[in-house]
Protein backbone atom coordinates (compact mmCIF):
# COMPACT_ATOMS: atom_id res chain seq x y z
CA UNK A 1 0.00 0.00 0.00
CA UNK A 2 1.71 3.31 -0.79
CA UNK A 3 -0.09 6.41 0.70
CA UNK A 4 -0.82 9.49 -1.51
CA UNK A 5 1.97 12.46 -1.81
CA UNK A 6 0.74 15.21 1.14
CA UNK A 7 -0.58 18.13 -0.80
CA UNK A 8 1.53 21.58 -0.42
CA UNK A 9 0.02 23.66 2.93
CA UNK A 10 0.23 27.38 1.77
CA UNK A 11 2.72 29.36 4.25
CA UNK A 12 0.00 31.09 5.91
CA UNK A 13 -2.07 28.25 6.46
CA UNK A 14 -3.87 28.35 10.37
CA UNK A 15 -3.11 24.24 10.36
CA UNK A 16 0.76 24.26 10.67
CA UNK A 17 1.20 25.37 14.00
CA UNK A 18 1.75 22.24 16.07
CA UNK A 19 2.42 23.62 19.82
CA UNK A 20 -1.66 23.29 21.08
CA UNK A 21 -1.88 19.41 22.43
CA UNK A 22 -4.53 17.99 21.14
CA UNK A 23 -6.58 16.11 23.85
CA UNK A 24 -9.21 18.44 25.30
CA UNK A 25 -10.08 19.75 22.24
CA UNK A 26 -13.13 17.99 20.41
CA UNK A 27 -16.34 19.66 19.97
CA UNK A 28 -18.72 18.97 22.18
CA UNK A 29 -22.03 17.02 21.08
CA UNK A 30 -23.85 14.08 22.67
CA UNK A 31 -26.03 13.97 19.17
CA UNK A 32 -24.77 14.40 15.62
CA UNK A 33 -27.66 14.39 12.64
CA UNK A 34 -26.16 13.60 9.21
CA UNK A 35 -27.58 14.44 6.22
CA UNK A 36 -26.60 13.42 2.87
CA UNK A 37 -26.43 15.94 0.67
CA UNK A 38 -23.72 16.04 -2.58
CA UNK A 39 -22.84 19.21 -3.79
CA UNK A 40 -21.78 22.56 -2.47
CA UNK A 41 -22.08 23.25 1.37
CA UNK A 42 -21.57 27.00 1.47
CA UNK A 43 -19.57 28.60 4.56
CA UNK A 44 -21.87 27.97 7.23
CA UNK A 45 -24.46 25.32 6.22
CA UNK A 46 -27.37 26.21 7.52
CA UNK A 47 -26.48 30.09 6.36
CA UNK A 48 -29.11 30.28 3.87
CA UNK A 49 -27.05 29.36 0.94
CA UNK A 50 -27.59 25.18 1.08
CA UNK A 51 -31.13 25.17 2.33
CA UNK A 52 -32.87 28.83 1.66
CA UNK A 53 -33.32 31.14 4.65
CA UNK A 54 -36.63 29.77 6.05
CA UNK A 55 -35.62 26.22 5.98
CA UNK A 56 -32.07 26.90 7.57
CA UNK A 57 -33.85 28.87 10.45
CA UNK A 58 -36.14 25.74 11.01
CA UNK A 59 -33.72 23.60 11.28
CA UNK A 60 -31.57 25.53 12.90
CA UNK A 61 -34.24 26.06 15.94
CA UNK A 62 -35.00 21.94 15.68
CA UNK A 63 -31.75 21.33 16.47
CA UNK A 64 -31.49 23.58 19.30
CA UNK A 65 -34.36 22.09 20.57
CA UNK A 66 -33.52 18.73 20.50
CA UNK A 67 -30.04 19.04 21.47
CA UNK A 68 -28.01 18.34 18.09
CA UNK A 69 -25.27 18.93 15.94
CA UNK A 70 -26.40 18.58 11.86
CA UNK A 71 -23.59 17.91 9.54
CA UNK A 72 -23.30 17.49 6.05
CA UNK A 73 -22.40 14.69 4.64
CA UNK A 74 -21.21 13.08 0.66
CA UNK A 75 -19.09 10.38 -0.99
CA UNK A 76 -15.60 11.51 -1.59
CA UNK A 77 -14.32 12.33 -4.42
CA UNK A 78 -16.72 13.29 -7.79
CA UNK A 79 -19.38 10.75 -6.89
CA UNK A 80 -19.67 13.51 -3.43
CA UNK A 81 -20.41 16.39 -6.42
CA UNK A 82 -23.28 14.83 -8.07
CA UNK A 83 -26.12 16.22 -7.14
CA UNK A 84 -29.09 14.39 -6.78
CA UNK A 85 -32.55 14.94 -8.39
CA UNK A 86 -35.08 16.34 -6.45
CA UNK A 87 -37.20 14.09 -4.42
CA UNK A 88 -34.38 11.53 -4.65
CA UNK A 89 -33.68 9.11 -1.49
CA UNK A 90 -30.96 10.21 0.64
CA UNK A 91 -29.25 8.48 3.46
CA UNK A 92 -29.16 9.85 7.03
CA UNK A 93 -28.13 8.92 10.13
CA UNK A 94 -28.35 9.67 13.94
CA UNK A 95 -25.45 9.18 16.04
CA UNK A 96 -25.90 8.83 19.53
CA UNK A 97 -22.63 9.07 21.22
CA UNK A 98 -22.47 7.26 24.82
CA UNK A 99 -20.10 7.19 26.80
CA UNK A 100 -21.62 8.56 30.19
CA UNK A 101 -21.68 6.14 32.76
CA UNK A 102 -20.86 3.63 30.50
CA UNK A 103 -23.73 4.03 28.44
CA UNK A 104 -23.43 2.17 24.80
CA UNK A 105 -23.29 4.32 21.50
CA UNK A 106 -25.55 3.91 18.85
CA UNK A 107 -25.92 4.61 15.13
CA UNK A 108 -29.29 4.61 13.36
CA UNK A 109 -29.67 4.60 9.71
CA UNK A 110 -33.32 5.98 7.93
CA UNK A 111 -33.58 7.81 4.28
CA UNK A 112 -35.84 11.47 3.85
CA UNK A 113 -36.32 13.00 1.12
CA UNK A 114 -34.60 16.36 1.43
CA UNK A 115 -33.75 18.06 4.86
CA UNK A 116 -37.26 19.81 5.28
CA UNK A 117 -37.91 15.80 6.62
CA UNK A 118 -35.81 16.30 9.43
CA UNK A 119 -38.27 19.02 10.99
CA UNK A 120 -40.89 16.05 11.30
CA UNK A 121 -38.85 13.72 12.94
CA UNK A 122 -38.67 12.87 16.54
CA UNK A 123 -34.89 12.76 16.80
CA UNK A 124 -34.73 13.28 20.28
CA UNK A 125 -35.78 9.47 20.30
CA UNK A 126 -34.27 8.35 17.42
CA UNK A 127 -35.77 4.75 18.03
CA UNK A 128 -39.29 6.35 16.90
CA UNK A 129 -38.05 7.87 13.47
CA UNK A 130 -39.85 6.10 11.06
CA UNK A 131 -37.90 3.61 8.93
CA UNK A 132 -35.15 3.70 11.29
CA UNK A 133 -32.78 0.80 12.20
CA UNK A 134 -30.06 0.81 14.53
CA UNK A 135 -27.20 0.21 12.51
CA UNK A 136 -23.73 -2.19 12.97
CA UNK A 137 -21.80 1.05 10.80
CA UNK A 138 -19.21 2.46 12.27
CA UNK A 139 -18.58 5.67 10.01
CA UNK A 140 -15.64 7.86 9.28
CA UNK A 141 -16.45 11.40 8.84
CA UNK A 142 -13.27 13.75 7.52
CA UNK A 143 -13.85 17.28 7.13
CA UNK A 144 -13.33 18.51 3.45
CA UNK A 145 -15.46 22.03 4.15
CA UNK A 146 -13.68 24.07 1.76
CA UNK A 147 -16.05 27.24 1.81
CA UNK A 148 -14.94 27.20 6.08
CA UNK A 149 -11.69 26.66 5.95
CA UNK A 150 -9.53 25.80 3.14
CA UNK A 151 -6.86 23.60 5.43
CA UNK A 152 -9.98 21.23 5.61
CA UNK A 153 -10.34 20.86 2.10
CA UNK A 154 -6.36 20.51 0.92
CA UNK A 155 -5.60 18.23 3.42
CA UNK A 156 -8.57 16.24 4.13
CA UNK A 157 -9.72 15.42 0.59
CA UNK A 158 -6.88 13.08 0.04
CA UNK A 159 -7.41 11.95 3.23
CA UNK A 160 -10.57 10.97 2.76
CA UNK A 161 -10.19 9.59 -0.63
CA UNK A 162 -7.69 7.06 0.46
CA UNK A 163 -9.08 5.83 3.37
CA UNK A 164 -12.51 5.37 1.15
CA UNK A 165 -10.55 3.49 -1.71
CA UNK A 166 -8.72 1.19 0.82
CA UNK A 167 -11.82 0.30 2.94
CA UNK A 168 -14.44 0.35 0.03
CA UNK A 169 -17.35 -0.43 2.34
CA UNK A 170 -19.03 3.22 1.65
CA UNK A 171 -18.29 3.95 5.58
CA UNK A 172 -16.28 6.97 5.24
CA UNK A 173 -17.45 9.89 4.13
CA UNK A 174 -16.44 13.54 3.48
CA UNK A 175 -18.29 16.15 6.04
CA UNK A 176 -19.12 19.72 7.32
CA UNK A 177 -17.45 21.66 9.48
CA UNK A 178 -17.03 19.43 13.10
CA UNK A 179 -14.92 22.20 14.59
CA UNK A 180 -10.78 22.79 14.82
CA UNK A 181 -9.47 23.86 11.50
CA UNK A 182 -6.22 24.34 13.00
CA UNK A 183 -6.02 20.56 13.31
CA UNK A 184 -6.60 19.67 9.82
CA UNK A 185 -7.23 16.92 8.67
CA UNK A 186 -9.61 16.37 11.10
CA UNK A 187 -11.78 13.52 11.33
CA UNK A 188 -15.11 12.54 13.60
CA UNK A 189 -15.74 8.74 14.37
CA UNK A 190 -19.52 7.98 14.72
CA UNK A 191 -21.39 6.63 16.35
CA UNK A 192 -19.21 7.09 19.62
CA UNK A 193 -17.61 10.41 19.02
CA UNK A 194 -14.43 10.10 18.79
CA UNK A 195 -12.29 12.95 17.21
CA UNK A 196 -8.67 12.97 15.48
CA UNK A 197 -6.53 15.87 14.18
CA UNK A 198 -3.10 16.51 12.15
CA UNK A 199 -3.88 13.29 10.63
CA UNK A 200 -1.94 11.57 7.90
CA UNK A 201 -2.74 8.63 5.16
CA UNK A 202 -2.06 6.16 7.65
CA UNK A 203 -3.55 6.99 11.16
CA UNK A 204 -6.51 8.03 9.30
CA UNK A 205 -6.58 4.66 8.14
CA UNK A 206 -5.77 3.01 11.24
CA UNK A 207 -8.43 5.12 13.19
CA UNK A 208 -11.19 4.17 10.73
CA UNK A 209 -10.09 0.37 10.87
CA UNK A 210 -9.69 0.19 14.72
CA UNK A 211 -12.80 1.96 15.05
CA UNK A 212 -14.74 -0.98 12.93
CA UNK A 213 -13.19 -3.69 15.20
CA UNK A 214 -14.42 -1.84 18.82
CA UNK A 215 -11.16 -0.13 19.32
CA UNK A 216 -10.05 3.59 19.69
CA UNK A 217 -6.68 4.59 18.00
CA UNK A 218 -4.75 6.47 19.67
CA UNK A 219 -2.77 8.83 16.57
CA UNK A 220 -4.39 12.42 16.76
CA UNK A 221 -6.64 11.67 19.67
CA UNK A 222 -8.28 15.09 20.37
CA UNK A 223 -10.91 13.10 22.56
CA UNK A 224 -14.56 12.48 22.94
CA UNK A 225 -17.61 14.44 21.89
CA UNK A 226 -20.04 13.76 24.84
CA UNK A 227 -16.85 14.77 27.12
CA UNK A 228 -16.12 18.36 28.87
CA UNK A 229 -12.61 19.43 27.89
CA UNK A 230 -10.70 17.96 31.00
CA UNK A 231 -12.39 14.51 30.53
CA UNK A 232 -11.17 14.24 27.31
CA UNK A 233 -7.68 15.32 28.68
CA UNK A 234 -7.75 12.62 31.32
CA UNK A 235 -9.35 9.98 29.08
CA UNK A 236 -6.49 10.44 26.57
CA UNK A 237 -4.18 10.06 29.62
CA UNK A 238 -5.37 6.97 30.43
CA UNK A 239 -5.79 5.14 27.53
CA UNK A 240 -2.03 6.48 26.60
CA UNK A 241 -0.90 4.89 30.28
CA UNK A 242 -3.06 1.62 29.44
CA UNK A 243 -1.65 1.23 26.30
CA UNK A 244 1.79 1.47 27.06
CA UNK A 245 1.47 -1.26 29.35
CA UNK A 246 -0.42 -3.75 26.06
CA UNK A 247 -3.79 -2.87 27.48
CA UNK A 248 -6.77 -1.28 25.24
CA UNK A 249 -9.98 -0.30 26.13
CA UNK A 250 -12.73 -0.20 23.76
CA UNK A 251 -15.08 2.81 23.24
CA UNK A 252 -17.27 1.79 26.40
CA UNK A 253 -15.08 0.72 28.99
CA UNK A 254 -13.87 3.98 30.50
CA UNK A 255 -16.04 6.72 31.48
CA UNK A 256 -14.87 9.90 32.99
CA UNK A 257 -15.98 12.91 35.73
CA UNK A 258 -15.44 15.92 35.65
CA UNK A 259 -13.79 17.11 39.66
CA UNK A 260 -14.00 20.83 40.90
CA UNK A 261 -10.84 22.59 40.38
CA UNK A 262 -8.30 23.76 43.00
CA UNK A 263 -7.06 26.57 41.40
CA UNK A 264 -7.85 28.54 38.57
CA UNK A 265 -5.47 27.22 35.79
CA UNK A 266 -5.78 23.61 37.29
CA UNK A 267 -8.85 20.59 36.40
CA UNK A 268 -9.02 17.23 37.63
CA UNK A 269 -11.22 14.40 36.49
CA UNK A 270 -11.67 10.93 37.48
CA UNK A 271 -11.29 8.28 34.72
CA UNK A 272 -13.13 4.66 35.89
CA UNK A 273 -12.53 1.54 34.37
CA UNK A 274 -15.66 -1.08 33.59
CA UNK A 275 -13.63 -3.34 36.08
CA UNK A 276 -13.62 -1.26 39.04
CA UNK A 277 -10.04 0.47 38.67
CA UNK A 278 -9.83 4.23 38.45
CA UNK A 279 -7.27 7.13 37.92
CA UNK A 280 -7.12 10.73 38.33
CA UNK A 281 -5.53 13.03 36.06
CA UNK A 282 -4.90 16.76 36.72
CA UNK A 283 -3.98 19.04 34.03
CA UNK A 284 -3.55 22.50 33.64
CA UNK A 285 -5.39 25.11 30.91
CA UNK A 286 -1.83 26.95 29.75
CA UNK A 287 -1.94 29.75 27.37
CA UNK A 288 -0.30 30.00 23.89
CA UNK A 289 0.74 32.39 21.81
CA UNK A 290 -2.22 34.07 19.88
CA UNK A 291 -3.03 33.02 17.12
CA UNK A 292 -5.93 32.23 13.67
CA UNK A 293 -8.02 30.06 14.73
CA UNK A 294 -8.97 29.44 10.60
CA UNK A 295 -7.19 30.34 7.77
CA UNK A 296 -7.73 33.99 7.04
CA UNK A 297 -9.08 35.36 10.97
CA UNK A 298 -7.29 37.91 13.09
CA UNK A 299 -5.04 36.42 15.68
CA UNK A 300 -7.09 35.23 19.11
CA UNK A 301 -6.55 33.80 22.54
CA UNK A 302 -4.85 30.00 22.42
CA UNK A 303 -4.40 27.60 25.06
CA UNK A 304 -3.86 23.78 25.51
CA UNK A 305 -3.91 21.58 28.25
CA UNK A 306 -0.87 19.76 29.96
CA UNK A 307 -1.22 16.95 32.49
CA UNK A 308 0.48 17.84 35.51
CA UNK A 309 -0.65 14.28 37.45
CA UNK A 310 -2.14 10.96 37.02
CA UNK A 311 -2.23 8.64 39.77
CA UNK A 312 -4.24 5.45 40.40
CA UNK A 313 -7.27 6.11 43.43
CA UNK A 314 -10.13 8.50 44.23
CA UNK A 315 -10.02 12.50 44.40
CA UNK A 316 -10.92 14.05 47.25
Not at 4 to 17: F, G, K, N, R
Not at 49 to 54: I, Q
Not at 187 to 197: D, H, K, N
Not at 291 to 311: I, M, N, T
Request: aromatic residues 6%; contains cysteine; charged residues 20%.
Amino acid sequence: MTSPTTPAIPADSCSLMTDENLPGTAARETLWVLLEHPGGWGRDILDGTVFGADLSAALKEKMAQVGARLLLIRQSGREGQKVKDAGARRRAFLAVTGGRDFSPARLYSFEVTGAEDLLSLPLETPGNIPGAVVSRETLTLVCTHSKRDRCCAVRGRPIASFVSEQLADGSVWECSHTGGHRFAPVAISLPTGYTYGRLNFEQALTLAQEAQKGQVALEGLRGRSSHSPIEQVAEVAIRTLLADAGEHPGPGDLTPDEVTATEPDLHTARVTHRDGRSWVATARRTELPPRPASCGKDDAPAFSWEVVSLHPGTAA
